[in-house]
């Protein structure tokens, strides 16, 4: 009886470290925002699979969730797109809306996601996905 | 009717006056963020004035150039019965009071989204279009968005802030356009009388910070005009030097009573002007203060309880116990959201 008591600690225990946080490496993940805020600031996702990526945003004001290379961002800094729906790893998030995106990371590294409206980024609106061999 | 109103006997006013760059003006000001991202440091005089049971507040909204329009949200301790352009140099004669007469040697003591925002009051005074609105820090912020108002990174947390302790906000739209055909002039300033009864006055000083950087630095005065000598909270420190106690003198009181719509200016009154200099990351509070002899301003009020997201105005005898900030001569209200107005074309957003 003691063993199967323990058993159930251990399974328990690790459906919650699972579950906790946006570390765990899986092919889904959800990030949510918060007072312009990633509420997850990292994320660690597998290389080579598609990833689905739930983006929450529980905020009165629009967000966006940008996720490339230091390039994509510095292009994303000073750029005038209004809005954000084609490109799976360029997301427009409506005020109290969240959007589901789905993209394949072909090689292991760390990307970091940004918002990159208008002082966003400075405020803090930054998080670092780490993308892991699968 | 709110409760309590009538039960406030003393005679209190507050003038919130916050200077960016030059501490010797008579302006406030507030942070607005230009449709291109940019802060412009819009300039911004206000006064509040407590009598009776009820809120007196005067402000100035001025334009810094920079094209478009501008939008200011100011966070309200009650529902105002009216709007009208305010006194044309109020602001200026309280400054030159303070300016002119050394310090005194009394110094020391002295929601989640609901069903939208209501519009329960809407005006134009000169170029200024004005809305008063009720609702929690979301319902605000879906209505300023809606409205063309861009809100800074930080708004969500600061309308909460202060909605979960008076859901009234007054949203007012410069437009450029509009005051360039009456002539008006960069720095030119419209003046606006806010008369508000409410029983919790308080002076909002977080909003000051909004759309600000952490590092960047607050200047503000502040001047309270009240019954008696109030106690204030936060008590005055570095980042909020008491640099003016003492009776309001009869010329002071009489010259601001001859201003436009300024007769509910008392007879006599206790002047006090906090200077505040402090990093925006440092200024997360508000302004309580007590006149009342209990020496025991709310800090409710002062907005250092933490309140839940959705509320109404703290009330006298509030569940937290607290002694009401009716002292507070304040009034506040004050508080320059700034915001930043966006045409819906989004043309000028970044991406």
Same mark, same amino acid.
């Given at each position: ?134 | ?79 105002? #019965? ?35 925002? *209501?519009?329960?009051?809407? #005006? ?27 809100? $800074? ?95 309001? $003198? ?27 200099? *402090?990093?925006? *990351? ?50 506040? *209200? ?18």
């Amino acid at each position: 009886m003691s063993k199967l008591i323990t058993m159930l600690f251990v399974a328990g225990g690790a459906l919650v470290i699972a579950g906790c946080g946006g570390s765990a490496r899986a092919d889904h993940a959800t990030i949510e925002i918060h007072y312009s805020s990633f509420v997850q600031k990292e994320v660690e996702v597998p290389a080579g699979v598609p990833v689905s990526i739930t983006l929450k945003n529980e905020d009165p004001i629009e967000h966006e969730w940008i996720v490339g290379t230091a390039d994509v961002h510095q292009r994303h800094r000073t750029g005038t797109e209004p809005f954000h729906g084609t490109i799976p790893t360029e997301v427009t998030i409506p005020a109290f809306e969240r959007r589901v995106t789905t993209i394949t990371f072909e090689h292991p590294g760390d990307l970091l996601y940004i918002c990159h409206l208008a002082g966003h980024e400075q405020y803090g609106m930054v998080g670092t996905l780490h993308v892991v061999e699968g | 009717m709110r409760p309590l109103i009538t039960t406030v006997p003393i005679l209190a006013a507050v003038v919130a006056a916050a200077v960016l760059h030059d501490s010797g003006s008579a302006e406030a000001c507030a942070g607005l963020i230009g449709s291109n991202g940019a802060v412009n440091l819009g300039r911004t005089t206000t006064l509040a004035a407590y009598h009776d049971g009820v809120e007196h507040y005067v402000t100035a909204f001025q334009f810094q150039g920079g094209g478009g329009e501008f939008g200011t949200l100011i966070p309200l301790p009650g529902v105002p #019965t009216n709007v009208e352009r305010g006194g044309g140099w109020t602001l200026q004669r309280l400054q030159l009071e303070t300016s002119i007469v050394p310090l005194s040697d009394s110094a020391g003591r002295a929601s989640a989204a609901g069903g939208g925002a *209501s519009e329960i009051l809407k #005006t134009r005074i000169d170029a200024l279009d004005i809305t008063v609105l009720e609702g929690g820090g979301p319902d605000v912020a879906v209505w300023a968005e809606e409205h063309g108002f861009r809100l $800074s990174p930080d708004a969500p947390e600061v309308l909460d802030f202060y909605a979960a302790r008076s859901p009234i906000f007054l949203a007012a739209l410069f437009d450029g356009a509009a005051a360039a055909e009456r002539g008006q002039q960069i720095g030119d300033g419209t003046p606006v009388h806010i008369t508000i009864p409410t029983s919790n006055p308080w002076v909002p000083l977080r909003i000051l910070g909004l759309g600000k950087q952490a590092e960047d630095r607050i200047d503000a005065d502040v001047f309270l005009l009240t019954d008696s000598k109030p106690a204030p909270l936060p008590q005055p420190g570095a980042k909020m030097a008491l640099a003016y106690s003492q009776a309001a $003198s009869e010329t002071l009181l009489t010259d601001l009573r001859s201003d436009e719509n300024s007769a509910w200016v008392p007879e006599s009154a206790w002047l006090t002007k906090l200077a505040i200099n *402090s990093p925006t *990351s440092d200024l997360k509070f508000d302004l309580a203060v007590d006149t009342s002899g209990k020496n025991k301003p709310s800090q409710v009020a002062a907005g250092l309880v933490a309140l839940p997201r959705t509320g109404g105005p703290v009330a006298s005898g509030d569940a937290f116990g607290e002694s009401v900030a009716w002292a507070l001569g304040a009034i506040a *209200s004050i508080a320059i959201l700034a915001l930043l107005v966006r045409r819906r074309t989004r043309a000028s957003r970044e991406s």
